[in-house]
């Protein structure tokens, strides 16, 4: 397994690998209340777009959020499936939080 991601929000910490050359992202969400969860989802898109609107819903609603880990890949996915009026925020975003590590 590759490793794609991981955050911290709030009490919930998530991490997604990608599963060998498959299409395939296992995700394991820790959270105070509900414990581990698994899941899987396709690597390239939905975990990325997991990531992405996990880390806008936090900023909007001024939840503390940090990436622990980001692979250049993810990084590319996000900004390859943002809209073109969108991607300059993306990557302040993914800036902001890369700085903030």
């Known amino acids: 397994m590759t490793p ?3 955050y911290s929000r709030g009490s919930e910490s998530t991490t997604a690998w990608r599963v060998g050359e498959t299409t395939q992202a296992l995700i394991r969400c820790e959270d105070e209340d509900r414990g581990v969860q698994w899941d899987m989802l396709p690597a390239v898109g939905e975990a990325q777009l997991d990531l992405r609107w996990m880390m806008l819903q936090s900023l909007f609603r001024e939840i ?3 990436i ?3 692979s250049e890949g993810t990084v590319r ?3 390859r499936v943002t809209q073109p009026n969108h991607r300059v925020a993306i990557e302040q975003l993914l800036g902001d939080c890369q700085e903030s590590k």
Request: aromatic share 24%.
């Open 68 to 70: 622990d880990y980001l």
């Open 64 to 66: 503390p959020f940090a």
């Open 77 to 79: 996915s996000i900004l």
């Open 4 to 6: 794609l991601y991981r």
